[in-house]
């Protein structure tokens, strides 16, 4: 099974500032790569899919890129609205793996 | 509109058996596969499985392989997780999505499912 892991696990930032997430997988993904925000009860949402493609509907501050293993997640001028968990997730493979989250929090 | 409605709270009691379910609107349902994720208490995301309604082809992931069903019947766009003998340690929120473009793309509010003696 593909392994995802995401860092930092925890990420403090102030509201205006640029933020970057890592994913990296255990095996190459082909891009195959998804990242969601998850509020406090609340289902996961799609921000970016196949790496680096902007969900309809997701403010352009959010943007993604990487390929083989190695994955970023970009927020700049962080928002009120973006904190909460972030998550990664590979679909190149079955099961369909997710990173460990991380956790943006206002400094 | 695409929405993913899922069934209501459940507190039920180890050994008991239990389904819930996931009804597709506002898109053909037969064509997209629809996933099924758990969500302990404080906890990540745990992909479980995967189902295209239009011929019933599921996968598993190897912990829930075994532990759960996954069925769905599209004649009512309605995808099904079930369990024959819930243990304490199934408590946990079940989220179904839909995949699209390689990603899961509309989601559920999610199941609470509630186990204990």
């Known amino acids: 099974d593909v392994q995802m892991t995401q860092s930092p696990s925890t990420l403090s930032a102030h509201l205006g500032d640029a933020i970057t997430i890592t994913c990296r997988a255990s095996?190459?993904?082909?891009?195959?790569l998804n990242w969601y925000q998850q509020k406090v009860g609340k289902a996961p949402k799609l921000l970016i899919y196949?790496?680096?493609s902007l969900q309809s509907g997701v403010p352009s501050r959010f943007s993604g890129r990487g390929s083989g293993t190695d994955y970023t997640l970009t927020i700049t001028n962080l928002q009120p609205e973006d904190f909460g968990i972030y998550f990664c997730?590979?679909?190149?493979?079955?099961?369909?793996?997710f990173g460990q989250g991380t956790k943006v929090e206002i400094k | 509109e695409v929405q993913l409605v899922q069934s209501g709270v459940e507190v039920k009691k180890p050994g008991e058996s239990l389904k819930i379910s996931c009804k597709g609107l506002?898109?053909?349902?037969?064509?997209?596969?629809i996933g099924w994720v758990r969500q302990m208490p404080g906890k990540g995301l745990d992909w479980m499985g995967i189902?295209?309604?239009?011929?019933?082809?599921?996968r598993y992931g190897p912990s829930f392989e075994g532990q759960v069903t996954i069925t769905a019947d599209k004649s009512v766009s309605t995808a099904y997780l079930q369990w024959s003998a819930l243990k304490a340690s199934d408590t946990a929120m079940y989220y179904c999505?839909?995949?699209?473009?390689?990603?899961?793309?509309?989601w559920g509010e999610g199941t609470l499912v509630f186990v204990s003696s």
């Open positions: 999505a839909r995949h699209y473009r390689g990603a899961s793309d509309s």
């Open positions: 997730q590979q679909t190149y493979y079955t099961p369909y793996s």
């Open positions: 506002g898109y053909n349902f037969t064509n997209y596969w």
């Open positions: 196949s790496s680096s």
């Open positions: 095996e190459s993904i082909s891009r195959y």
């Open positions: 189902i295209y309604p239009g011929d019933s082809d599921v």
